[in-house]
């Protein structure tokens, strides 16, 4: 049998992702969709905020339409209106009211956005010509049997990246990536009726379609609860959550709250998915500790480039922990791989490190307004099965013999110091190791002339006896260029928006002003 193209044409458009959401408002419209602030949004009546959307935007034409702009704000309004441009056939951006402004009006003018639905949530409102206003207490609203078709190569989403690394990048997604997608994270999730999911990351990240789009076209409830950030354990347990999706970073910071306190995770969690950084052994061995055997612990990857999750493994094995990290799995079905050396820019084998690639239908068009990125990032390229076109994630992988892959780094996140190649994850998985450490962070910082490592760490205890068990393990493990000139006792890391450790940021507060 001959390995299908997947990027040759469909024959058949995908379903438009939303018509999950309408079938089960006929199914059962009186179940609870969204819970926020205590108040229930029944399946009814998100159908009919939906479809009051879908009619109230531009409608969707053949030629290429800038995006519709949505308030990126954790509220049932701002779900419905995302989901409503999606049902429209249109393409959406979010719109986070705590960007800066100058930048909020490049990203409007970079994308021709001039359209924005508002909502009364944060009472916002954006510098555009054209604010869509819905009237959401009307009961008379319209209620759509189903979602305008999409073709599978129309823009849905425009997410634009943090610019951590560099100028930010408006990265398009099609309808495709969300019919290949979507489904399947239903099914690794466990979704379906009846499950409570909580909807805890940034309305402006794409982990939040993780948990928006498998729980509300899987006929599950979303949960929103702004308390959530501070007392994480009491509102799973108020909400009875049984799906919970967190940053890596996150899930430890909740394990290790929970470990303090000599409290158990509330047993109705049922299913936790992890991701976005790195799981290390030591991480694995803290959660062990909380006795939480009956829940479902799932370290997946992805990137905004390739829609949402791509690889994914269940850490309840004997053979997940590689070395000190964990692998981060296979890849889901419809999505192709491929390790290539970055030597030669050919395929490796089981054993070797390369960097991966992917394509499939979930792989992003490219970065808006941006061919010269796009051509570099998404190249077209034949590794002996046919031409096709892949995304180049940056990152450095392993296959091993059972297929599952193994983390070794991030191209970006090595560094030169003093002539030497250092991956600053290596550093930090050493130092993660030592007794007493809760979060690590190592950064490259400029001391006078010269760059140099700086690691700057989380203490359980007394801060001055876990940096000397740290220095010593590293003098005694790693090579001299691998241990940090700088080993600072800070009491908790930044953050980005969408959870993750923020190495520059970290740096940045706790050395300024230092030499």
């Not at 408002?25 to 009186?30: E, L, S, T």
């Not at 056939?89 to 100058?102: E, I, K, N, Q």
């Not at 950030?229 to 910071?253: C, G, K, P, Q």
């Not at 203490?459 to 010593?472: F, K, S, W, Y």
Request: charged share 20%.
């Amino acid at each position: 049998m001959s390995t299908p193209d997947l990027d040759a044409p469909p024959t058949i458009a995908p379903a438009n992702i939303v018509d999950g959401v309408f079938a089960h408002a006929r199914a059962d419209p009186d179940c609870p969709a969204i819970v926020s602030d205590g108040v229930a949004v029944s399946y009814r009546t998100l159908a009919r905020w939906v479809s009051a959307v879908a009619d109230a935007v531009t409608p969707r034409a053949e030629h290429e339409q800038p995006p519709v702009g949505v308030v990126a704000h954790r509220s049932a309004h701002d779900v419905a209106a995302m989901l409503g441009v999606l049902a429209a056939g249109r393409c959406y951006l979010p719109v986070d009211p705590d960007a800066p402004s100058a930048y909020l009006r490049s990203v409007l003018a970079a994308t021709g956005c001039v359209e924005v639905v508002a909502t009364a949530a944060t009472g916002y409102r954006p510098p555009v010509p054209e604010l869509i206003e819905i009237n959401w207490t009307n009961a008379d609203l319209p209620e759509r049997e189903a979602a305008e078709p999409v073709v599978a190569g129309d823009p849905a989403y425009v997410l634009f990246t943090s610019g951590s690394t560099g100028a930010p990048k408006g990265v398009v997604l099609p309808h495709s990536a969300l019919a290949a997608t979507v489904p399947r994270l239903r099914e690794l999730f466990g979704i379906r009726p009846g499950e409570t999911a909580l909807y805890f990351h940034s309305a402006a990240s794409d982990t939040s379609l993780e948990e928006v789009l498998p729980t509300l076209t899987g006929g599950g409830t979303l949960v929103i609860d702004d308390d959530c950030d501070v007392r994480m354990s009491e509102v799973l347990a108020e909400h009875e959550i049984s799906v919970l999706n967190l940053t890596t970073s996150y899930w430890l910071l909740l394990v290790n709250r929970l470990l303090d306190e000599g409290a158990p995770l509330p047993g109705c969690v049922r299913t936790v998915i992890i991701g976005g950084e790195a799981c290390r052994a030591d991480m694995l061995e803290r959660w062990g500790r909380l006795g939480a055997g009956h829940v479902r612990l799932l370290n997946t990857y992805g990137a905004t480039e390739t829609g949402m999750i791509t690889h994914a493994v269940r850490l309840d094995g004997p053979d997940v922990v590689d070395g000190g990290g964990v692998v981060i799995g296979r890849p889901l079905p419809h999505v192709r791989q491929r390790l290539i050396s970055e030597d030669t820019g050919e395929p490796v084998g089981p054993g070797e490190v390369g960097e991966l690639y992917l394509s499939g239908p979930n792989v992003a068009l490219g970065y808006h307004g941006d061919p010269g990125l796009t051509a570099k990032w998404f190249p077209r390229a034949d590794f002996g099965d046919g031409p096709r076109r892949w995304y180049r994630t940056h990152d450095l992988v392993r296959a091993r013999p059972d297929g599952a892959l193994v983390f070794h780094g991030r191209i970006g996140h090595q560094v030169k110091i003093r002539g030497f190649r250092v991956d600053l994850n290596t550093v930090e998985e050493q130092i993660a190791a030592v007794p007493g450490v809760v979060a690590v962070a190592v950064a490259a910082a400029r001391r006078g002339e010269h760059e140099s490592l700086v690691a700057f760490v989380v203490a359980a205890a007394d801060a001055d006896t876990v940096l000397g068990r740290v220095r010593a393990r590293l003098v005694d493990s790693v090579p001299a260029h691998l241990v940090p000139n700088e080993l600072v006792a800070v009491p908790e890391l930044r953050y980005t928006a969408s959870g993750k450790i923020d190495r520059n940021a970290t740096r940045d507060e706790h050395l300024r002003g230092s030499p």
